[in-house]
Structure formats: C-alpha cells, structure tokens
C-alpha cells in the first residue's frame, strides 16, 4: 500500500515551521491519520519525539499497511 493522498498542514498554526524536504511526506502521512499534531492547531515539528509519540506512529503505521 502506498500513501496516496496528498493532505495540507494548513490547519496547523506552526506549519511554517516543517522542513522543505519533509513537507510533502508530513502532509500524506497527516491525511491518512498516522502522523497527528501534538494539539489540534500545532505539530511541534522541530521537538524531539517522545519514546511514546514513536510508538503510537509505528503502531498507526502497522495498522494501516498491515492490517
């Protein structure tokens, strides 16, 4: 399976902030709920992921390619 919808961080007030390069992967991975802001209106994209944040990533992860 491959991340097929293209998604926006629009809604996200610190969307400025994500690296050109990581941009477009962010905004997929955002659509099809594996990567969620750390609140509804902020993604923190320059914080450090927390052992936990990993996990729930590689578990959406899983489950959407996997299941």
Do not use: C, H
Request: proline share 1%.
């Amino acid at each position: 399976m491959v991340l097929t919808e293209n998604g926006s961080l629009a809604g996200y007030d610190d969307a400025g902030r994500v690296s050109e390069w990581a941009r477009e992967a962010m905004a997929a991975l955002n659509a099809d709920g594996i990567l969620r802001g750390t609140s509804d209106t902020t993604l923190s994209p320059k914080d450090t992921t927390t052992v936990e944040q990993g996990i729930l990533l590689a578990l959406r992860a899983y489950q959407k390619f996997m299941a």
